[in-house]
């Protein structure tokens, strides 16, 4: 290249830039200059007359408050309001209580949820966003705690579908008064919402005395005020702490905390983390409570019970006190993982969207993490602490499709555990699900009338297993297993000791060894599976050490029948003072039997004092009968105590050898310094 042509070049790029960065500069100054608006009129719907100094507020298509944005009527009514870009918007009417006016979205809608979407496009002046608005009507009534006014308390007003009218609100006076309005005619929900950072230690109450929003009393308006809608408010406590990363104990923000009764039961309080990792949760009655740190997946972090559990048996109980504030309940969360799989129908693949995925723990236990199939049949669970857990397809009876642990097991004894790590995701949990089967039938007693409340337990025939599901008759007898695999099962009606009928097995068996195997087939129901329980009948009696006379507590005591030898799952365990009863008993010869557990130093023993079946003395019960003083008297197996006592002095020796050798040692070191 000539040096000309360089420069030539250069002066054609300099040329080129100049030109490009003038149209930035103009393009950037057009849109400087664009203006979006929305205008209208505000009158009143019965007179037309112009409303002045009515509120315009606007929403973004999130129906978040558009921060500066606003308006104020002028004398004509009129308003224009100057919008921030274009987008999705929603307008309201926001009148003054003091006007007597209640607010409205356009159009013409009292609730958020109806509001119309107003799009507006780059420098467009949208015009006749007009809002025509009726009086409304108030709400009042007094807040007290006790019986004693309270001031400052806060009062939110929902609609009766639940949405909350972020518009209207109130704060009690002196004299525990409130009035909050105008409305339309319509019904409502009222709560008082004291804030314990304000020292309000009273519980969030609905009225009237409710203390979740799906219980609470509607407030009707009809065409009138509505006074005395009081509500008194008990008295609580809060819980509050800090949530932080388990590595660098930094705080995270928006962690959502979940309150939880010892029995389990969900606590209608929620909190969230600030900025800062803090939280107050509560107010709430006095008690024990389970509390959970509720990441999001997003979020990534371990759903964590207090204070560092992943299941909620393991969590340890938060004492919470009237008037104060349990504080210090903090987390330290660590990274979860995630399962994700695909739910098809198996052979077609055709995905199944809706079905319930459940965890479970490497116990065993049900855990709380679940999902449900999206669009494609996929789902993703956590975020969960790392380790083994097994998950289960849950379908709804309607979805008709047989439940199923992964993988392609019929009950979690048999299913693949799935490994979860730390901020990972274990992808293809899938599942291929068959149409199920359902069993049916009615369980009635001797006289052919139907018993209710009767427990259902069903069997895997092949391995004899129990599994995790089952029934309850109904009113009239009725009962229904449902989402069965095709397969081969036992099923059991199960009463407790208090309905006193006799345990049996289908069809009219003892054992499950006698037991009727019923054959299911896929989408098919297999009925006429009943039941006729007899009277159950009980044995009893009382296990005592022989030459002392002490009550043995906790001693198996087994049952037999006398014919098969097959041991009943009727068995049980002493009591404190050596006492037990066998209950549920169908009519029959039994053998009752000892069976010492480790470290219990007695020999095993069959009723009365012999050490087979051969030589054990039958116990015959009649339907409803009660056999009493099945008693034992229970000889020391020396064997054992002098095998224990062996090992024990064996662990002793073992223990002075080691302290004379330490002592060896110190008494060389001793003297080589």
């Known amino acids: ?221 009809i065409g009138s005020n509505v006074t005395g809608i009081n509500i008194d408010v008990a008295p609580g406590g809060t819980i509050a702490g800090t949530v932080r990363t388990a590595v660098g104990l930094t705080p995270i923000a928006g962690i959502d905390l979940d309150l939880y009764d010892l029995a389990g039961n969900r606590v209608n309080v929620n909190a969230s983390t600030d900025v800062n990792g803090a939280y107050v949760i509560g107010p709430v009655p006095a008690g024990n409570y389970v509390l959970r740190a509720d990441p999001t997946i997003v979020q990534g972090y371990a759903r964590t019970y207090h204070p560092n559990a992943a299941h909620f048996a393991d969590a340890t109980p938060i004492a919470v006190t009237l008037g104060q504030q349990t504080g210090g309940k903090d987390f330290a969360l660590g990274a979860g993982g995630t399962i994700s799989g695909t739910i098809t129908v198996q052979g077609s693949g055709t995905p199944l969207v809706g079905i319930d995925l459940d965890v479970f723990d490497s116990l065993g236990r049900l855990t709380d993490f679940n999902a449900s199939s999206g669009a494609g049949g996929t789902y993703q669970l956590g975020p969960i602490p790392a380790g083994q857990y097994y998950v289960r397809a849950n379908p709804t009876f309607a979805q008709g499709y047989a439940d199923e642990f992964y993988n392609d097991k019929i009950d979690i004894a048999f299913a693949n555990p799935v490994s979860v790590a730390a901020a990972g995701n274990t992808a293809n949990i899938n599942f291929a699900l068959v149409l199920a089967g359902v069993i049916t039938g009615t369980v009635r007693n001797s006289l052919a009338q139907p018993i209710a409340g009767i427990d259902l337990d069903i069997f895997d025939a092949t391995s004899g297993l129990r599994l995790r599901r089952g029934a309850t008759s109904a009113a009239n007898g009725t009962y229904q297993l449902d989402r069965l695999a095709p397969g081969t099962y036992f099923v059991r009606a199960d009463p407790t000791a208090v309905q006193a009928y006799a345990m049996q097995y289908y069809n009219g068996k003892t054992t499950q060894f006698t037991a009727d195997i019923i054959t299911v087939s896929t989408a098919t129901t297999t009925s006429l599976i009943d039941f006729s329980l007899s009277n159950g009948g009980t044995i009893s009696g009382n296990v005592m050490e022989a030459v002392l006379g002490i009550p043995i507590v906790n001693m198996d005591i087994d049952i037999y029948d006398a014919n098969t030898l097959v041991k009943l799952v009727q068995s049980t365990v002493t009591n404190a003072q050596g006492n037990y009863t066998l209950t549920n008993l169908p009519p029959g010869q039994y053998f009752v039997a000892v069976d010492p557990i480790a470290g219990q130093p007695y020999f095993a023993e069959y009723y009365d004092g012999v050490p087979t079946s051969a030589t054990a003395t039958v116990i015959n019960v009649s339907t409803g009968g009660n056999v009493t003083n099945i008693d034992f008297l229970m000889d020391i197996d020396q064997a054992q105590v002098s095998a224990g006592r062996a090992t024990m002095q064996l662990l002793l020796a073992l223990c002075l050898i080691v302290a004379g050798y330490a002592a060896l040692r110190r008494a060389r070191r001793s003297r080589s310094a």
Request: aromatic share 10%; net charge negative.
């Open 1 to 221: 290249m000539y040096p000309w042509e360089r420069e030539s070049l250069i002066l054609l790029s300099k040329s080129t830039w100049f030109y490009v960065a003038t149209l930035v500069v103009f393009l950037g100054a057009r849109e400087a200059g664009a203006v979006e608006t929305i205008s209208g009129q505000v009158t009143n719907q019965n007179t037309s007359a112009a409303l002045v100094g009515i509120d315009i507020d606007v929403f973004d298509s999130l129906g978040n408050a558009v921060a500066g944005v606003t308006a104020t009527t002028d004398a004509g009514g009129n308003y224009t309001v100057t919008l921030p870009g274009p987008g999705t918007y929603s307008v309201r009417a926001d009148a003054s209580p003091a006007s007597g006016f209640a607010d409205e979205y356009y159009s013409n809608s009292f609730l958020k949820s109806g509001a119309t979407p107003i799009a507006v496009s780059t420098n467009q002046a949208v015009s006749n966003i007009n809002f025509t608005l009726l009086p409304g009507f108030t709400i009042s009534g007094v807040i007290t705690s006790l019986s004693v006014p309270l001031l400052n308390i806060d009062v939110d007003i929902f609609y009766s579908t639940g949405e909350l009218l972020g518009s209207y609100n109130a704060t009690s006076l002196t004299g525990g008064a409130y009035t909050i309005g105008a409305l339309p005619p319509g019904s409502y929900i009222i709560r008082a919402d004291p804030d314990p950072a304000l020292g309000q230690f009273y519980q969030r109450t609905y009225y009237n005395g409710a203390a979740d929003i799906a219980t609470a009393t509607l407030v009707t308006i």
